[in-house]
C-alpha cells in the first residue's frame, strides 16, 4: 500500500495513526504545504491528501480510507463493538473532520500566518470550550471515545495537537479530556506520527506543550 499524505494534515495523520495502530506497513509520500503533487492532481479529482493506493485500487477521503482500512483488517479494535457503539464512533469521527475542524482551521491558518490578533484568541476560546463542553459529555467516564481505542480517537488526536500546538489550552475544567488526551500520547502510535515540524510554530513552544 502507498499513502499520499501531508505529516500536518489532520486527515492524513489519522490515517497514519490508524494504519500504525492496526500494524499495517505503508509506503508514505510525504507532500508539502502548499503543494500540489502531480500524482495527488491525478489519482483525485479534490487534488487533496491523504490519497491511499492499494493494488488496483485508489482511495481519496480519509474517512473514507479508514472505513476501508477497517474493513479489511477487521482483526483491529479501531471499529468494534455493538452497533450503537459503531454507530458513535462513526458520529465522533464525522464531528471531528466537519464540525470541529472548521471551528480550529481558520485560526490555526492566521497563527500559521502570523495573523491571529486579540479578537480571533477571544473568539476562538469561546468556540473551543463550547466543543470541549460537549466532548467532555461524550467522554463520559470511559477512558476513549469508543468501547476502546478506535476510529474516533484516531480522529480526535490530531484535533487537540494542532488546538494545544497552535496555542490553546485545555485548563483546569477539562480533566476528563486531559487525562484521555495523556492516555493517547502514552500509546506507541502517538510518537510514530507526530508531525516532526509544525509551520508557523517555534519548535520550543512545541516541546513545551507536547
Ligand atoms: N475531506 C477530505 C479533506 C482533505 C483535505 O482537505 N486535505 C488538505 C490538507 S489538510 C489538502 O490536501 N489540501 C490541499 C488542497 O486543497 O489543495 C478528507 O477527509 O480526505
Redesign the pocket.
Known sequence: MKLYH?PD???CWKVRLFLREAGVEVSEISVKLGE?HPDVVALNPN????VLIDGDMVL????VIVEYLADKFPETSLMTGTPEQRAKIRQIHSYS?NRLGKILFPYIKQVRDGKADGDLQHTIDKAWQAELDMLTLQLGDQDYFGPDFSVADCALIPRFTLALVYGLTLGKTYGKLKNWFERCKRRSSFATVLPASFPGIDEMIKLEIL
Open positions: 501531508r494534515c489532520p486527515f500540489k487534488g487533496t491528501v491523504p481519496w477521503e480519509s474517512a473532520d
